[in-house]
């Protein structure tokens, strides 16, 4: 197939890491040509991680002072704010034109806030990748956001109750990465035209580096100026790292991720707790840890942290709401523990039993591999693709925008 990849920002392997594994798994049997929204002009190395797998990349710079007065504007009217601020006439018009310029079998869009570039595609077979629920992500976040983003939150869940859904059913078809996700959007939209697709892991990647933990040594990873990692962090330094720090005084908690917000930062030289923020290679911080943590307490999707950590055969401890999406069965592949003691009785279980954590960090690893690696979700991504160009009733070309 010719695919016309659509995405906010080139994929990457810090934050368009579902973007990118998909666009490296289709390169290998189908012909990707990718078309990105910048603002800011990426870098030589930005550029090299995707050319490898797509026989075109193009992008359009917006400076983000445009976006964010787009936004303002937005305020004012029913299109989510997010979608206001992706808005882009050139991008619009490069669309147009690779689409007169060359024939292609699907039109790939990944995010909602990236749909708008679709909605006026006739004639070529469209894919709508949300990820997310939207609507759920921002009904969550309101409700647990501080003042003034507690606003900001609610205005956006309050426009993407509508606009998900509508613009959503307007495509062939849509893929999610949760299972809890797709529920949600099915009782409360009513939308049928809707499969899941998981996140992928890189397993040759993020693979076992033995002989590296470090002794009482934890981490928690993430986009640190994003509300559900400040969140986790917050709930972590507060509410367990005490009652871990009491049994074991000398264990260190590492904050690891981009980024860190003002309230993050603040955590820096709490007892045992140092904010590393972002790492070279996320994959040294991962090996040294004794066991990986996710105390998120909202969230939607699947977790790409916790794919990383399992995949690397870490033994990992999360929430149920860590845990959504996943599937993973508690004392078999991770722990789960929702309440701060038994979080805190977790991590000082793996503490004490350097055997068991091993074993628990192997089985979470062959869990991951098999199900969540990257030939396993493209094998579904593929079944959903080949689904959609089949349909004798969709021409196969391209038209214009």
């Not at 050319?51 to 305020?75: E, F």
């Not at 004639?123 to 609507?135: A, C, E, H, K």
């Not at 470090?214 to 990692?229: H, I, R, W, Y």
Request: proline share 6%.
């Amino acid at each position: 197939m010719r695919i016309l990849f659509v995405t906010p920002e080139l994929p990457n392997g810090l934050h368009r890491i579902r973007a990118l594994n998909l666009v490296r798994g289709l390169s290998q049997r189908h012909e990707i040509d990718l078309v990105s929204l910048a603002h800011r002009t990426p870098s030589p190395e930005a550029v090299e991680v995707v050319r490898p797998y797509c026989r075109r990349i193009d992008w359009v710079l917006q400076p983000r002072w445009r976006s964010l007065a787009q936004s303002a504007l937005g305020l004012f009217r029913s299109a989510p704010l997010e979608a206001a601020y992706e808005r882009s006439p050139v991008l619009a018009r490069l669309l147009r034109e690779r689409l007169a310029e060359r024939s292609y079998d699907l039109l790939y869009i990944k995010r909602l806030r990236m749909a708008q570039y679709g909605l006026a595609v006739d004639g070529l077979p469209r894919v709508l990748d949300l990820t997310d629920s939207m609507t759920r992500f921002y009904e969550q976040s309101w409700r647990r956001a501080p003042w003034p983003a507690k606003v900001l939150f609610w205005e956006e869940w309050r426009k993407h109750r509508g606009y998900e859904a509508r613009v959503a059913q307007r495509f062939e078809r849509c893929v999610i990465a949760s299972q809890a996700d797709l529920d949600y959007l099915q009782c409360n939209s009513g939308l049928r035209n809707i499969e899941v697709v998981p996140n992928a892991v890189d397993t040759e990647f993020f693979r076992p580096q033995p002989d590296t933990e470090e002794p009482a040594t934890f981490v928690l990873s993430g986009l640190m100026d994003k509300l559900v990692n400040i969140d986790a962090a917050l709930y972590l330094c507060g509410e367990i790292w005490p009652r871990v720090r009491v049994r074991v005084p000398g264990a260190r908690l590492r904050l690891v991720g981009p980024n860190p917000s003002p309230a993050v930062r603040a955590l820096d030289g709490q007892p045992g707790v140092e904010v590393v923020g972002y790492a070279a290679d996320l994959r040294d911080e991962l090996a040294r840890a004794t066991a990986v943590l996710v105390p998120l307490r909202m969230g939607t999707g699947t977790k790409n942290k916790i794919l990383q950590s399992l995949a690397m055969a870490r033994p990992v401890v999360t929430t149920s709401a860590g845990n959504e999406g996943l599937g993973a069965i508690s004392g078999q592949h991770l722990l789960v523990a929702d309440s701060a003691e038994s979080f805190a009785a977790a991590i000082l279980r793996l503490h004490a039993d350097p055997a068991w954590r091993t074993a628990l960090g192997a089985a979470g690893q062959d869990w991951v591999v098999d199900r969540y690696g990257i030939p396993a979700i493209l094998e579904q991504l593929e079944c959903v693709l080949q689904d959609v160009i089949g349909r004798p009733d969709r021409a196969v070309s391209g038209a214009a925008m």
